[in-house]
């Protein structure tokens, strides 16, 4: 599961982004501890929430920022949404639900494969931007 040198690798440096990925991947962590099927989707369903309200955000703050890749990042979004979806009927349907790992571990690969490539990228927009203002605050 994630450690917390993994949480720090994720950090963009912009707020709210960042608490939010938090409070996602922290959620992550507590499916690891679930005992039932039922947690297990209290859980899935807790995560798809805090995921579309910090989807909203950051398509807020791409606005802002007149990011340049927020159709396409926001397009990705939308697809994530599906693979939630469909990660929800597996659990609902799954028959062979004694081996469970496979759901903290997938919703994982969703999450992060995206906070590490689409995400990080709204961070080096953020890290050149600020280099060509000569702000040398940016990190
Ligand atoms: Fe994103
Ligand atoms: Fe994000």
Redesign the pocket.
């Known amino acids: 599961m994630l450690s917390l040198e993994a949480f720090a690798h994720y950090r963009l440096g912009v707020e709210p982004l960042d608490t939010e990925h938090w409070e996602i991947l922290d959620s992550l962590r507590q499916l690891s501890d679930s005992r039932s099927r039922k947690e297990d989707l209290r859980i899935v369903e807790h995560i798809v929430d805090l995921w579309s309200k910090h ?1 909203m955000t ?1 398509e807020r703050t791409m606005k802002s920022m007149q990011y340049p890749y927020a159709e396409w ?1 926001i397009k ?2 939308s697809e994530m949404m599906g693979r939630f979806r469909a990660l929800k009927e597996r659990i609902v349907r799954s028959s062979e639900y004694h081996d469970r790992s496979w759901i903290a571990s997938e919703l994982q690969v969703i999450v992060c494969q ?2 590490d490539t ?2 990080m990228q709204i961070h080096q927009f953020i890290k050149q931007r600020n280099s060509q203002s000569g702000d040398s605050h940016g990190n």
Do not use: K, L
């Open positions: 989807a950051e990042h990705e979004h995206h906070i689409h995400d």
